[in-house]
């Protein structure tokens, strides 16, 4: 249920930024899409997904500035417009995601991996994962602070 909530925040935040749709309309227009498609899942996405969707994307959206200079300063040498657009969707919701949600790591970006594998290109997974795998050093380094994570 979480992997396919945070497809569809990915799906809603890639049309938010590249379609130029406000970030509700980027939102209702991924989720009837995503109820529309054969996803290979065996049941919808429930009203808890949908909460958690949301719950994603309107807290990258208050944490915006932060998550995008944490971003900025972990991936030295790139620059946003060079990035995917997919990527950047994927990596600005685990960002969000690994500083302000309670989700440990691991799972965290295992899930980012795979929807960048799925929507990006061909090197997107491994892309997504060494900028996430640098992110989570700068944890453990003590360099950025994060809420609690559940066991």
């Known amino acids: 249920m979480r992997r396919r909530a945070r497809e569809l925040a990915m799906r809603a935040l890639f049309?938010?930024?590249?379609?130029?749709?406000?970030?509700?309309?980027?939102?209702?227009h991924a989720l009837e899409e995503m109820g529309g498609e054969e996803e290979g899942y065996a049941e919808p996405l429930d009203q808890e997904g949908?909460?958690?969707?949301?719950?994603?994307?309107?807290?990258?959206?208050?944490?915006?500035?932060e998550v995008d200079r944490v971003l900025e300063e972990t991936v030295e040498g790139w620059d946003f417009r060079q990035m995917?657009?997919?990527?950047?969707?994927?990596l600005r919701l685990a960002v969000y995601e690994m500083l302000y949600e309670p989700t440990p790591f691991e799972p965290l970006i295992e899930v980012a991996v795979k929807i960048a594998n799925r929507y990006g290109g061909e090197h997107s997974g491994s892309f997504v994962n060494?900028?996430?795998?640098?992110?989570?050093?700068?944890?453990?380094?003590?360099?950025?602070?994060?809420?609690?994570?559940?066991a």
Do not use: N, P
């Not at 996430?132 to 950025?144: D, K, P």
């Open 15 to 28: 049309a938010h930024t590249v379609g130029g749709m406000g970030l509700e309309e980027a939102f209702q």
């Open 50 to 65: 949908v909460a958690f969707a949301r719950r994603l994307l309107s807290g990258y959206k208050a944490h915006q500035e």
């Open 84 to 90: 995917a657009k997919t990527d950047l969707a994927v």
């Open 130 to 150: 060494g900028v996430l795998a640098r992110v989570y050093r700068r944890v453990a380094a003590g360099e950025l602070k994060t809420v609690a994570k559940e």
